[in-house]
């Protein structure tokens, strides 16, 4: 058994950006010499998660308009009366009492999911035609790791 | 270490389907020989997802209505105001205009998630009484593929 | 390789629960003497979550509330007019016909996630410096088990 570690550092210049890298996690696959195996690509920060979706920029910005609908931030108004009514009692989460200002930021994290493990076959990601892997940020303008484990043979 | 690796194509005749595949996960692990293990089930399109949950046929209709009101289609009337209120601003997707019309199932697939890891414990898929593994369509009537591939010893 | 399994029982007093279980991870991982490798924490039911996240009380109590309006209850009055709007058809779940009242856990559950992969660095769980794990209830009051699978060398 092998395994293999690597570790990437993201500093978005927006708040919310998807920045593709399956790139980097087959250059992680590359430098482990697996031929057969997974490769776990997770965000180590609670405000950022990782997706596999198509590269496509119109399901980026719909999802982004989604999940703001879905899991509205506080810290502007409110894009509409459904995004209002979902806004937790008193207007702001709770979260932000500490001075944070990301209550939104965790929980879009938590729909998109933090983690994706990628199969890797004959020593390439095993992915479908359309499947692309992203780094979603939710919370940035600041360094912030994500890590590459793979475990195979 | 061993490795294995299966493919299966799915063509249902619905565009929303769940199809119970537990056998077929547990036959690869038979097809695998390793007894000790993770068992890694992912659809390969980014319109499907795979779900844990129980067979139970009330709970695969409530997820569907329920899908539909968080990630309203809008390819045909929004089923009430709140559906109506979530679409994106004009109506429709910006995913729709190259011509698809599958961007909600693009948004459901995310909230139930594209995979699964089933763990692998004396040669058997190490579930819960009431687990079960599903294949999650959400834009089916074409062909379209699933990977399972087990790592273990 | 090396592979090495634990399961845990959890029964709370509240039917919804965070239970932060960083350390009994990596207890199981210090059994196994695993340094490089994989930790799958699965919850073995279908009505519990596994997250990763800050262990601040005000996320929590944010999420279970956005939970709540997201997947309302319908064993008790929806919480506003949003929550009463999504409630499926006929003001209950499909799921309740048969004399269940945990709908709402099913669907909370498929926001949450039932299992995260931990990665595992020199013996030690390779978590960001807020990221911590926690055990998700959604129907508790009862016993309900959950399983930890490591894989590695």
């Given at each position: 058994?092998?395994?293999?570690?690597?570790?990437?550092?993201?500093?978005t210049?927006?708040?919310?950006?998807?920045?593709?890298?399956?790139?980097?996690?087959?250059?992680?696959?590359?430098?482990?010499?697996?031929?057969?195996?997974?490769?776990?690509?997770?965000?180590?920060?609670?405000?950022?998660?990782?997706?596999?979706?198509?590269?496509?920029?119109?399901i980026?910005?719909?999802?982004l308009?989604?999940?703001?609908?879905?899991?509205?931030?506080?810290?502007?108004?409110?894009?509409?009366?459904?995004?209002?009514?979902?806004?937790p009692?008193?207007?702001?989460?709770?979260?932000?009492?500490?001075?944070?200002?990301?209550?939104?930021?965790?929980?879009?994290?938590?729909?998109?999911?933090?983690?994706?493990?990628?199969?890797?076959?004959?020593?390439?990601?095993?992915?479908?035609?359309?499947?692309?892997?992203?780094?979603?940020?939710?919370?940035?303008?600041?360094?912030?790791?994500?890590?590459?484990?793979?475990?195979?043979?």
């Amino acid at each position: 058994m092998k395994s293999h570690t690597a570790y990437h550092t993201f500093r978005t210049d927006e708040r919310r950006a998807f920045v593709r890298i399956t790139d980097l996690v087959q250059a992680a696959v590359d430098e482990s010499g697996i031929r057969e195996g997974m490769a776990l690509v997770s965000a180590m920060h609670i405000t950022a998660g990782v997706w596999v979706n198509d590269d496509e920029p119109g399901i980026q910005a719909d999802a982004l308009e989604w999940l703001d609908k879905l899991a509205p931030p506080t810290w502007k108004a409110p894009a509409n009366g459904v995004a209002e009514a979902l806004v937790p009692d008193g207007g702001d989460y709770r979260h932000h009492r500490g001075g944070e200002d990301n209550g939104d930021a965790h929980l879009k994290n938590l729909l998109v999911h933090h983690q994706v493990i990628v199969p890797v076959t004959a020593g390439r990601l095993d992915l479908g035609p359309w499947q692309a892997v992203f780094y979603c940020e939710f919370d940035g303008r600041r360094g912030k790791r994500l890590i590459i484990k793979i475990l195979g043979e």
